[in-house]
Nanobody, 126 residues
Framework: QVQLVESGGGSVQAGGSLRLSCAAY????????MGWFRQAPGKEREAVAA????????YADSVKGRFTISQDNAKKNTLYLQMNSLKPEDTAMYYC???????????????????WGQGTQVTVFS
């Protein structure tokens, strides 16, 4: 049973940084991909960043140049999202997602991922 556990959320002033982590338990698959979603109150879920089975990354235009998705080199089942230059509009619940098959890392694929975490809240105040 795959379980995803996010951490690292919090409150930060605009312009600040946070790093989110996602630990994947029960991960024994050789091919998988992972990514991050976010959802603000009253808004649609938004795919933020993804990393494919071969390490290819993709980002939403709204975060490109500010956010970086990465995996732990030693523990491939640990995912990170480094968020810099945060803006109030980045305020949302952030969710880690994973899929246990080969995937390219395209943002659109995230919506079909089968495994989700419980989320971690990010609040950016001006």
């Amino acid at each position: 049973q795959v379980q995803l556990v996010e951490s690292g959320g919090g409150s930060v002033q605009a312009g600040g940084s946070l790093r989110l982590s996602c630990a994947a338990y029960g991960f024994t698959y050789s091919s998988y991909c992972m990514g991050w979603f976010r959802q603000a109150p009253g808004k649609e879920r938004e795919a933020v960043a993804a990393i494919g089975s071969d390490g290819t990354t993709s980002y939403a235009d709204s975060v490109k140049g500010r956010f970086t998705i990465s995996q732990d080199n030693a523990k491939k089942n640990t995912l990170y999202l480094q968020m810099n230059s945060l803006k109030p509009e980045d305020t949302a619940m952030y969710y880690c997602a994973a899929e246990t098959r080969y995937c390219s890392g395209g943002l659109g694929e995230l919506y079909g991922y089968n495994y989700w975490g419980q989320g971690t809240q990010v609040t950016v105040f001006s």
